[in-house]
């Protein structure tokens, strides 16, 4: 069964499972039925040309839809595991779409205002990933304990933060750096086949930031701080606080290394694909 992550500049991030939908826009609130499963999230900085209710995203047993209900148009690019590469389609009022497998990006054109009055284009980050189990849903009382915020494992952040804390999980604490974008990047494609978008820089920096704000909480994030130091002293910092807060454990790292030993092994002989036993 799908799973969504949703992400964007200033957006807490927000996970879907099966049978619940998210509406948004400029202000979503009070333009909806609520009921169970179906929550609405206002994204930030909008221009006021953007409608107030844009799109819904809606996740089922099998397949995620969005459907776009805005007044304007937007992009929508699934960049990885769609049908024949990449794509790219236009979405206007009432047109559906079915999400790729991996990062789905949708941007809306010239829909974010800074704080100079200027126009910028407003994107969202739809990650569609498979849900590795089903945990059993269980009530909470007011007494009990919960366990604290995490990163979604075998997600894009899940295996940034992985690579990020290495030198900390494997004892290396004495590392001079923190493993820069292209050692995460390769680190990633080496774990788990395909790294996502972070070959591009800024797609890593982005992870990192959101494992900051777990990592941290909003009251100590470093990235919300006025920054005294260098970016590389910040990094090296969300590198030690994730090994620390357990967001990544050695269990992980060994888990990942024999994953990916394993489908680097030939076939044994006589086996389908190796060559047969005399």
């Not at 200027?118 to 009382?141: I, Q």
Request: with cysteine; proline share 9%.
């Amino acid at each position: 069964m799908p799973r969504v992550v949703v992400r964007g500049a200033g957006l807490p991030s927000v996970v879907l499972g099966p049978g619940e939908s998210l509406l948004f826009g400029r202000a979503p609130h009070g333009l909806f039925r609520p009921g169970p499963g179906r929550v609405a999230v206002a994204l930030p900085d909008c221009a006021p040309h953007v409608s107030r209710l844009v799109g819904e995203l809606a996740v089922g047993a099998d397949v995620v839809a969005l459907t776009w209900l805005g007044a304007g148009e937007a992009q929508l690019s699934g960049l990885f595991d769609a049908p024949g590469g990449a794509r790219r389609v236009i979405l206007t009022r009432s047109a559906s779409a079915l999400l790729d497998a991996g990062e789905n990006q949708l941007v809306l054109l010239r829909g974010r205002r800074d704080a100079a009055g200027r126009f910028a284009d407003l994107v969202v980050t739809l990650d569609v990933e498979p849900a590795t189990r089903d945990a059993p849903v269980e009530p909470v009382g007011a007494g009990d304990t919960r366990t604290g915020p995490g990163l979604a494992r075998g997600g894009r952040d899940w295996f940034v933060a992985l690579a990020l804390a290495e030198p900390w999980l494997v004892g290396a604490d004495d590392y001079p750096r923190p493993p820069s974008n292209r050692e995460i990047f390769e680190r990633v494609r080496e774990w788990h086949g395909y790294a996502w978008n972070l070959h591009r820089p800024q797609r890593v920096d982005e992870a990192i930031r959101a494992i900051s704000a777990i990592a941290f909480g909003a009251a100590d994030d470093p990235y919300l701080a006025p920054r005294a130091g260098r970016l590389l002293n910040t990094r090296f910092a969300v590198a030690r606080r994730a090994a620390e807060v357990r967001l990544v454990t050695a269990a992980d790292l060994a888990e990942v290394e024999r994953a990916a030993r394993n489908r680097k092994l030939p076939p044994p002989p006589g086996s389908s694909g190796g060559p047969a036993a005399p």
